[in-house]
């Protein structure tokens, strides 16, 4: 059963100043999705459906430190790809390390947003979210996935972790072995014990009215949902 408790809160997400640790915190968050097939997935799903010399307009909620969408650029520059992305979090320290991060990046935006709440008065060619879930209750998280589809006018694609036992030890081992910082271990842990089943996971979409929808897992304990918008 999913340990969810809306009181307590990972410590990425505590109010803090834009500290070394959360620097470091968010360097081990990319290197993560680089070596265990975040990027990749993203990058291969928008390679089937984004067309070399086209431009698109993507959207990352819950951006956290702006891996994916710089890795989103850098692929579509390679493809002469145009891309514009609005990047998304919550917190205006993990926004403000993002900007650090991204000097050579003008094709993003960073924002500080809500993604229960984010409006955009132009719809998104791609609405992208990874490893944001797991912090909402299943309510939310359904109203997260209803904002993503409104604000969509092609796909949406959702990645997040897959709640099982081996999660639980793969994202500890893991982070042990790389020797990451306190931070990323303890959130890692609670991450792991607050991500919804693959089961769980698609019960979501369907009560957030999503039809047609695709669900599949993908590499290190990972799960995704997509959605063509029309």
């Known amino acids: ?55 698109y307009r993507v959207l990352d909620l819950g951006t956290g430190g702006g891996d994916f969408p710089r890795a989103m650029v850098t692929w579509a520059r390679t493809r002469g790809i145009n891309l514009v992305i609005d990047a998304v979090d919550a917190s205006e320290p993990i926004i403000a390390l993002a900007r ?13 947003g809500d993604a229960l709440t984010y409006e955009s008065d132009r719809y998104y060619d791609l ?63 609670t991450s792991a014990r607050r991500a919804f089943s693959f089961r769980e996971f698609s019960a979501l979409a369907k009560g957030a009215g999503w039809t047609e929808f695709g669900h599949e897992r993908f590499l290190f304990c990972r799960q995704a949902l997509w959605l063509p918008r029309r």
């Open 1 to 55: 059963m999913r340990n969810f408790d809306c009181h307590e809160t990972e410590q990425m997400d505590r109010p803090q100043p834009a500290s070394a640790e959360l620097r470091a915190t968010l360097r081990d968050l990319e290197s993560m999705n680089r070596r265990f097939g975040g990027h990749r997935y993203a990058l291969r799903f928008m390679e089937k459906r984004f067309i070399r010399g086209g431009s």
């Open 100 to 112: 650090e991060f991204s000097p050579e990046f003008p094709e993003i935006r960073f924002l500080v």
């Open 127 to 189: 609405v992208h979210c990874s490893l944001s879930m797991h912090h909402f209750s299943a309510a939310d998280a359904v109203s997260v996935l209803q904002r993503c589809r409104d604000l969509s006018r092609e796909y949406v694609l959702i990645t997040d972790l897959e709640r099982s036992l081996w999660t639980r030890l793969a994202v500890h081992l893991t982070n042990t072995l790389f020797r990451h910082q306190n931070m990323t271990v303890s959130d890692g842990d």
